[in-house]
């Protein structure tokens, strides 16, 4: 496949909500062209693209696999098939739009089952938003409580009016036995071994094929002013003709062809790789963006163009290091090219050109505009990088964070594991942008955000699997703290005055609350130079020390006005040491005396929810503790809460929000400000507690 002609190739990502039958549609695609000896099955473990241990476990694709193969119509259409299977489950959405950022088309993998899911509106609006033309299998037609017109009105209600059947199927009473051809009203039936006959369309079916071929028809020639008129003067064009058409219209997005079939027992999958090829869009007509001077201009996919390299993925192979799977923007790169990183300026060589059969290499030599391939050992060449020759100024637009955020702390088991943890989490970053490290300073632990508790459940597999690290985890402890109840008077003494130099210093601080949020206001009022003025910074010193130290309850105190009234020193004995240590012994003193109130963080949290779930996200964020600020509506009719959430009750909320609202809520939440800790609370907060759980 090293000749391919760029308007030959069909970069196609299979998405769409979890276990609705990507990958195994993927697997019967590869079977069919041959490119497997037999069909892989995800229930068996012998999916050539769920190949991860983490993966098989979990009979789910995780991340993202490309299968390339040449693919030949029964017309005789020979394309390159570059088919880019991705995972359903909402938290690796990151990964659906890596794939979506190379993709020429996406094949929404709609089960005709389950119908319509939340994961399929999801990835539909992330088609559109990123402009990406699409075509929508109904798969699983096979099983004996399949609903395709039900499914289609489903989908027509949800994702728009465009949606149009090329395909009708056709169940008889042994079952799913093949599909009429709206365009050629021709019948196409698969026999048990999925060899395919043509006949004609059986008559029960005849008048909705025909309704359904006039609808089809009428849309695809109002996109051609020629074919219009031939059309109104009673003339239809011949299908061959309408299908060049109607290519047009899926490249513009203005159609979205509908097909049915089955991936587990291949029927009507060959048809979806012709309908691929012939009406699928190609890199030549669907240009990528960079932004050049932060201004988006569009990428023409030319082969003999400027090389423009995207590198849209990396992996860590366990045996290859590191795998970077690219998409040529535009020129023709070949082994051993020198291209450098346009963000960062480092050069990159292109040793090893390879493309993929799931983990498979397969030999290319040169990749052209347009393809995908994969590339082993860039140095400094992450996820979302552009590669070209030097002193060109292009770069990819942001993408949008995913929203939630799942963090735990992570503890190594062994020194060993200590020892290669920080390295081994900064490669499982690489490979997994979605995955945030950071380093607590306060609470010296290493936290891990992931989208959810699957994700981050997986990271952490992938961390011992692909780098040997093993690590317990635990709660993140939350950095409460505590100020002082009330006013009080205190005296804070330091006094050793028995041979040698001695340390004499005497403080009386006078110690309030300070307003939410102001840390400490330390007011000097000595008169008549009770304590000298060069002593006063260490007097504020100790005061610091003290917070720092902790309060009654273990946490750093806060919010304190701190007033110096009176004090004594001695002109040999006192020292700086001295009046600090006293300033401190003295704030210790206060909240012993006055007492301590905790204060916990309250985080502001945004929730976007469908409006039927509203009721139960309120009544679930009142039973946290939350307290409403807003609430409004969304441009697209969902609700919007915000609210003041005390953040220990937000730890597991990601999770929890997706069951409440079956996976269509989002949440963001920020620190806020502070907030007195209920008393029957108080003791919770304990750090021997906290470090325990
Ligand atoms: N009967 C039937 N089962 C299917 C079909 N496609 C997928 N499945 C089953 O549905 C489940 C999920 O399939 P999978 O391909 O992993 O879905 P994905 O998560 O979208 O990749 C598996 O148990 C498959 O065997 C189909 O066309 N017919
Ligand atoms: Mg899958």
Redesign the pocket.
């Known amino acids: 496949m090293d000749d391919v002609v760029t308007s030959a190739i069909r970069n196609v990502a299979l998405v769409?909500?979890?276990?609705?039958?990507?990958?195994?549609?993927a697997?019967a695609l590869l079977h069919r062209a041959r490119a497997t000896q037999r069909l892989g099955?995800?229930?068996e473990g012998t999916?050539v693209l769920?190949t991860d241990p983490e993966e098989v476990r979990r009979?789910?694709?995780l991340t993202l696999a490309v299968a390339s193969v040449p693919w030949t119509t029964a017309a005789g259409q020979t394309c390159k098939l570059n088919l880019i299977?991705t995972?359903?489950h909402d938290e690796f959405g990151q990964v659906v739009d890596a794939a979506l950022s190379v993709a020429d088309l996406a094949v929404v993998?709609v089960?005709a089952v389950e119908g319509v899911q939340p994961g399929d509106e999801r990835v539909w609006a992330r088609c559109r938003a990123l402009g990406i033309p699409r075509l929508i299998f109904v798969?699983?037609?096979?099983?004996p409580s399949a609903d395709f017109e039900g499914v289609l009105a489903d989908l027509r209600a949800r994702l728009g009016d465009r949606l149009f059947p090329l395909e009708l199927p056709i169940v008889e009473k042994t079952g799913f036995a093949g599909v009429a051809d709206v365009l050629f009203d021709v019948a196409h039936r698969y026999d048990a071994e999925g060899a395919e006959t043509t006949g004609p369309v059986p008559p029960e079916l005849a008048d909705l094929e025909h309704s359904r071929h006039t609808e089809l028809v009428e849309e695809v020639v109002s996109g051609d002013d020629d074919q219009l008129e031939h059309y109104l003067s009673g003339d239809e064009p011949p299908p061959a003709e309408l299908e060049r058409t109607l290519r047009r219209a899926v490249a513009e997005s203005a159609i979205f062809p509908v097909l049915v079939?089955?991936?587990?027992?291949g029927a009507a999958v060959d048809r979806l790789g012709d309908f691929i090829c012939e009406i699928g869009s190609s890199p030549d007509l669907h240009p990528a963006t960079v932004l050049v001077g932060g201004e988006p201009t569009a990428v023409v996919a030319d082969p003999a163009g400027e090389p423009l390299v995207h590198v849209f993925r990396t992996l860590a192979d366990q045996f290859v290091g590191q795998v970077s799977l690219l998409k040529v923007l535009s020129g023709t790169v070949r082994e051993d090219d020198r291209l450098v990183n346009t963000s960062t300026g480092a050069e990159e060589r292109l040793h090893g050109l390879f493309g993929l059969l799931g983990k498979t290499h397969l030999d290319v030599r040169r990749v052209a505009a347009g393809d995908v391939a994969a590339v082993a050992k860039l140095s400094d060449s992450p996820t979302r990088t552009l590669l070209a020759r030097p002193g060109r100024p292009v770069t990819l637009p942001e993408l949008p964070v995913p929203p939630g955020g799942f963090t735990l702390a992570v503890r190594p088991l062994t020194q060993s594991d200590d020892d290669k943890l920080t390295d081994a989490l900064r490669r499982l970053c690489a490979e997994d942008p979605a995955l945030v490290v950071v380093q607590d300073e306060e609470s010296g632990q290493t936290l891990v955000t992931a989208v959810g508790d699957t994700h981050l459940a997986v990271a952490l597999e992938r961390l011992e699997r692909k780098f040997g690290v093993r690590v317990s985890t635990e709660e993140v402890r939350l950095p409460y703290r505590e100020t002082i109840a009330g006013e009080v008077s205190v005296e804070g003494k330091v006094k050793k005055q028995s041979g040698g130099h001695g340390q004499f210093a005497v403080t009386r601080l006078v110690v309030s609350p300070a307003p939410r949020g102001v840390g400490l206001t330390f007011v000097d009022s000595i008169v008549g130079g009770a304590i000298p003025r060069h002593y006063l910074p260490a007097v504020e010193r100790g005061v610091q020390d003290a917070l720092v130290a902790g309060g009654p309850n273990g946490h750093r105190i806060t919010d304190l006005r701190v007033e110096c009234v009176d004090g004594k020193y001695h002109s040999v004995d006192s020292s700086d040491m001295a009046f600090r240590t006293a300033a401190a012994q003295a704030v210790a003193t206060a909240m012993q005396q006055a007492g301590s109130v905790v204060l916990e963080p309250v985080s502001a949290v945004t929730v976007t929810v469908p409006a039927e779930a509203q009721g139960d996200v309120l009544s679930d964020l009142s039973a946290r503790r939350g307290r409403v600020v807003d609430t409004g509506t969304a441009d697209d009719g969902s609700g919007i809460i915000e609210a003041h959430v005390p953040t220990s009750e937000l730890r597991h909320y990601t999770v929890d929000l997706r069951a409440i609202t079956g996976g269509r809520g989002t949440c963001r939440a920020v620190h806020d400000h502070y907030d007195p800790v209920p008393e029957h609370l108080v003791a919770a907060t304990r750090p021997t507690v906290a470090a325990g759980r």
């Open positions: 769409g909500h979890a276990a609705g039958g990507k990958t195994s549609l697997e099955r995800v229930d999916s769920d009979r789910q694709t299977d995972p359903g993998v089960s798969t699983k037609e096979d099983k079939g089955s991936g587990t027992t």
